[in-house]
């Protein structure tokens, strides 16, 4: 069974940093590029950061560069999204999701084979 399980998501101040995980089983890992993507309510989901399966590139929407960090490690099936000085607008349910594009994409949908479940991230003013 394929499986993309998201963690570290929780409440935080303004300013303050939190560490997601995006943890896979049920395929082969190393094959698949992951991105982070994110949807507050009533807004359209987005494209926050992805990491190639071809040569581990990343790459972030404009909002989060310098403040995001995206990374892997393949013996763990993990991927981390490594979030500082975080801002209230950064609150949102923040999903995984893993495509077998040689270099992800920010664009989600069906660009992207497999979801997780989503983790919360409440940043507070």
């Known amino acids: 069974e394929v499986q993309l399980v998201e963690s570290g998501g929780g409440l935080v101040q303004a300013g303050g940093s939190l560490r997601l995980s995006c943890t896979a089983s049920?395929?082969?890992?190393?094959?698949?590029?992951i991105g982070w993507f994110r949807q507050a309510p009533g807004k359209e989901r987005e494209g926050v950061s992805c990491?190639?399966?071809?040569?581990?590139?990343?790459s972030y929407v404009d909002s989060v560069k310098g403040r995001f960090t995206i990374s892997r490690d393949n013996a763990k099936n993990t991927v981390y999204l490594q979030m500082i000085s975080l801002k209230p607008e950064d609150t949102a349910v923040y999903y995984c999701?893993?495509?077998?594009?040689?270099?992800?994409?920010?664009?989600?949908?069906?660009?992207?084979?497999?979801w997780g479940q989503g983790t919360q991230v409440t940043v507070s003013s």
């Open positions: 999701a893993a495509t077998e594009l040689p270099y992800c994409t920010l664009v989600g949908g069906p660009t992207y084979d497999y």
């Open positions: 049920g395929f082969t890992f190393d094959d698949y590029g």
């Open positions: 990491i190639s399966r071809l040569d581990d590139s990343t």
